[in-house]
């Protein structure tokens, strides 16, 4: 009976010593979090810099495409016009066309050299490669041009088009085209011209760095600006006085009829409506602003 009291005292002086060790507890955890806190405060401060500081540099190239698509003062060039005859002169149809071929691409050229030197930018610069009937070139992009080249190499910055293609174009002799279901037949020299175009105009996809920002998930907006982009160069062919409106339907014409028009694949560049709408939207504008909605950045 006299053991109690002693226990009892036991006891309490137990419990006293569990308290102080829980409030020893709570109190390292309540300077732990706050040491957590600060840590976690400071993480976020520094990835708010960091996006803040890759906001201010996607700001920076958005602001210089939007200077190219923008509102330029646009310089008009002259646009030569050569109607190659496949016959005349004697020429075989090989240098006919491979001459047109090389007149188009320095016209298209000069158009966008003057358009981005009004913008401040660089002169684009790019190569290019009229591959002979039969003969079958390497290229960069691990793909062989042919007979049916005609696109844009962004690992070798080369324009491949094949003049068997182009001459088959300009005479209209394509057949079995997708875009002849609907009213599209590629034939004429406006026609190899919107070819040219188009494939230049992904040129400066790459070089503007729309590739890299562009955000789609697919060919099909990359495509249509593109479409959109030879457009306002064909505008500028216009307005210079030296092509009619028989011309300007062959570049439409050509822009229904060519292109992969597969749905459900990847490369799907759009319907041949879709495709005639941007080549007019850039034509009709006659500013290449217009095209940025197709790959927004």
């Not at 053991?3 to 390292?28: E, H, I, N, S």
């Not at 009937?133 to 190499?153: E, L």
């Not at 790459?206 to 998930?217: D, M, P, V």
């Not at 210079?240 to 011309?247: H, Q, T, V």
Request: hydrophobic share 40%.
């Amino acid at each position: 009976m006299r053991m109690r009291p002693l226990l009892a005292v036991l006891l309490t002086a137990v419990l006293a010593a569990g308290c102080g060790a829980t409030d020893d507890v709570q109190d390292f955890a309540g300077d732990a979090r706050e040491r957590l806190r600060a840590q976690q405060d400071r993480f976020e401060e520094t990835l708010r810099e960091q996006e803040e500081r890759l906001r201010d540099r996607v700001d920076e190239v958005r602001a210089r495409i939007e200077a190219v698509l923008g509102d330029l003062e646009q310089t008009v060039p002259r646009a030569d016009r050569t109607s190659p005859d496949v016959q005349a002169d004697g020429r075989t149809e090989v240098t006919t066309i491979e001459g047109f071929l090389t007149d188009v691409i320095g016209n298209v050229d000069g158009y966008w050299t003057r358009t981005l030197a009004a913008g401040g930018l660089p002169e684009p610069r790019v190569a290019y490669a009229w591959v002979p009937p039969g003969r079958v070139m390497a290229t960069g992009c691990g793909v062989p041009a042919d007979d049916d080249a005609a696109f844009y190499c962004p690992a070798d910055d080369t324009i491949y088009v094949a003049l068997r293609f182009a001459t088959a174009i300009y005479e209209g002799t394509i057949r079995g085209l997708p875009g002849e279901a609907e009213g599209g037949r590629a034939v004429g020299d406006f026609g190899v011209a919107y070819v040219i175009a188009h494939e230049y105009a992904h040129n400066l996809q790459e070089e503007l760095g729309i590739f890299t920002l562009g955000r789609a998930n697919s060919t099909k907006p990359f495509e249509l600006q593109a479409d959109c982009m030879a457009g306002a160069w064909g505008s500028s062919a216009f307005a210079s006085g030296r092509f009619s409106a028989e011309d300007i339907e062959e570049a439409l014409s050509t822009a229904v009829a060519v292109g992969d028009f597969d749905v459900s694949g990847a490369n799907h560049h759009g319907t041949p409506r879709e495709r005639r709408a941007a080549w007019l939207d850039g034509f009709e504008a006659g500013d290449p602003s217009v095209c940025s909605r197709y790959v927004p950045v």
